[in-house]
């Protein structure tokens, strides 16, 4: 499946990815102390298996021997008994072809000469049969050029108990044909539950090319999408310090990093103003704010009673955070001020996901578990009020979960939302009175997550529970571009 999709924006992608040096002996050891790689000799099953291997050698190696007896013992038998004529001939014909000098060379022509004997090359750079090396490494370097136009998508992947992040790329060529594949992959320790690109400069520069991961760990990886082959994600935001194994009638003892979660990290949303700060959501009902930079949790804010599956930093506010929970309400908070009670919606089920508009400072929308989407105005809302706030609109979009949703960022009032029902639809929000655009099953199963593009804004990327990403030129449908036409050109 894929449980979350990202794009990177074109040109920020490093055009030759760097590849990773090979961990040192401590790297490998707190790679198994942290449980991500095992010990060969811890499993249990080893020893034997090397004893099975060990008997299967010493009987292949005896049915060998026990072979060559018998060839030898054929042999000497045919040169006693005359009537076998048979194995006479055999050997006849295999001393006539004297296979013990099969290798040997002969003078004279050979039977797949030119008959006037093979040329020779003073060198390997004349000889047209032998292709350079340097050929083959710029041919290497070219299958992994990344381009300034090309279009970079990382999923977010998990199959057969394999967790990774698939970094795709879409060429598209110049005679209107696009070609995408992936890229490379990156290992993931545990199943991935959200993603959000950031380009805070974790390694020095002005710009980095990172993707945070939240999984079902209470840790936070973040890995640098610009080195392939790499084993260990550049910053790790909380997570378990020490777990002792679980004892007859007891429960495991863990003990956690300072600031970390204690559970499931839901959801993540990067500050594009303060490059540094990260917002993270998690099953322990807590909502944090991170300095990546620094790598530790400024603030730790506890403002809702059950699991909190999504937070958004508005686009015009950077310092206003929006979180979404499964206690049925959507808060509001001034990071500055965590202590702050901020404003509070209520909701009739299970948030599954949230979004400001990107055209509107004051609205955003929210995607529930029974199949709705409901809008807001932030102006409606004054202090102390909670419970009677009343959405602007309730749409009912999906016959199950809108597991997910995404403004378009250059056509206002273009919303796309996906569900569990496997469909994926297109909406005009216009004057607060949602119309269905387009309703299409993209085939890949239960939807997880939709994007738009920030370069190709009626691009849209999804994700499900097929596993294969698919991408949607929502321009192409008649009514998209009636609607929204001039706005795309």
């Known amino acids: 499946m894929i449980a979350a999709v990202s794009w990177v924006p074109k040109g920020v992608a490093k055009s030759v990815p760097s590849v990773a040096d090979p961990p040192s002996k401590e790297e490998i050891e707190e790679l198994i102390k942290a449980g991500v790689l095992e010990r060969s000799g811890e499993d249990s099953g080893s020893e034997e298996g090397d004893q099975e291997m060990d008997v299967d050698a010493a009987k292949q190696t005896g049915e060998v021997s026990q072979a060559l007896a018998v060839a030898n013992a054929l042999g000497r038998s045919s040169k006693v008994n005359k009537s076998e004529t048979k194995l006479d001939d055999i050997a006849d014909g295999l001393q006539e072809l004297d296979m013990d000098k099969y290798d040997e060379e002969e003078d004279g022509i050979e039977l797949f000469s030119t008959g006037l004997g093979d040329l020779y090359y003073p060198s390997n750079s004349m000889d047209p049969y032998i292709k350079d090396e340097d050929d083959n490494d710029s041919e290497d370097l070219e299958d992994m050029a990344i381009k300034p136009k090309d279009a970079v998508i990382v999923c977010a992947c998990n199959k057969d108990e394999f967790s990774n992040l698939e970094v795709w790329i879409l060429d598209e060529t110049s005679d209107g044909d696009s070609n995408i594949y992936v890229h490379h992959e990156v290992p993931l320790s545990a199943f991935p539950l959200c993603t959000a690109w950031l380009d805070c400069p974790l390694k020095g520069g002005e710009k980095g090319n990172f993707i945070a991961v939240g999984s079902m760990e209470p840790a936070i990886e973040i890995w640098d999408l610009d080195i392939i082959d790499e084993v260990q994600p550049a910053v790790v935001l909380g997570g378990i310090k020490e777990k002792k194994k679980k004892k007859k009638g007891k429960k495991a003892s863990i003990k956690y990093k300072e600031g970390s979660h204690t559970d499931s990290v839901l959801g993540l ?31 730790t804010m506890e403002h809702h009673t059950d699991k909190v599956q999504a937070v958004a930093w508005n686009h015009h506010e950077p310092q206003v955070l929006l979180s979404g929970s499964f206690d049925h309400s959507v808060v509001m908070k001034d990071g500055r001020v965590p202590s702050d009670p901020g404003f509070k919606w209520s909701v009739a089920a299970d948030v599954e996901s949230l979004a400001w508009d990107p055209h509107d400072k004051h609205l955003f929308v929210v995607s529930l578990e029974d199949g709705t989407v409901q809008g807001f105005d932030i102006r409606a809302a004054k202090p102390g009020s909670a419970t009677d706030l009343k959405p602007s609109f309730t749409l009912h979009a999906h016959d199950k979960a809108v597991c997910t949703i995404s403004y378009n960022p250059s056509a206002p009032n273009l919303l796309a939302t996906g569900s569990t029902d496997k469909m994926v639809k297109l909406w005009d929000l216009s004057n607060n009175q949602p119309s269905c655009l387009v309703s299409k099953n993209p085939k890949a199963g239960a939807v997880f997550s939709v994007s738009f593009s920030e370069d190709s804004p009626f691009l849209l990327a999804i994700g499900g529970s097929k596993g294969k990403l698919e991408l949607w030129d929502t321009l192409s449908e008649a009514e998209v571009a009636k609607r929204f036409g001039t706005t795309a050109s």
């Open 269 to 299: 949303a990067w500050n594009k103003h303060f490059r540094n700060i990260l917002a993270s959501a998690s099953a322990d009902r807590q909502v944090k704010i991170w300095d990546v930079d620094a790598g530790k949790c400024d603030i």
